[in-house]
């Protein structure tokens, strides 16, 4: 069952769609993890490199399609489009949450 986008990860979503780097990164925790494509960032600096270097690459849009939320977790299933292989391909997010604020994030 589709449950209704969290702020942070709307915000998120939202920049991400706009290629606004610093407003990608504003809704992470300072301790936050992403993993992607096999790499696990840490921290904000390690997030921003991985953020511009996949929004140069791949240009993506979002469009969420589900949300399902256990507590502080949300799982996301998107249609994303862009300059990759397979485009569009439906991808799954998968969010933590802390005191409002996104502390992991895993993309499969």
Known sequence: MTQPLLEALAA??????????D??????SETAVVKDEGE????????????EETTRKYRVAVEVKNVER???TYAVAALVSGTF???????????????G???HLEIG
């Open 101 to 103: 604020r996104i502390a």
């Open 40 to 51: 696990e960032m840490r921290g904000p600096a390690e997030i921003r490199a991985w953020m």
């Open 85 to 99: 292989p397979g485009s569009p391909a439906m991808l799954h997010y998968h969010f933590t949450l802390a005191g």
């Open 12 to 21: 998120y979503f939202a920049a991400k769609n706009r290629h606004e780097i």
């Open 23 to 28: 407003e990608m990164l504003a809704p992470f």
């Open 70 to 72: 256990d507590g502080e």
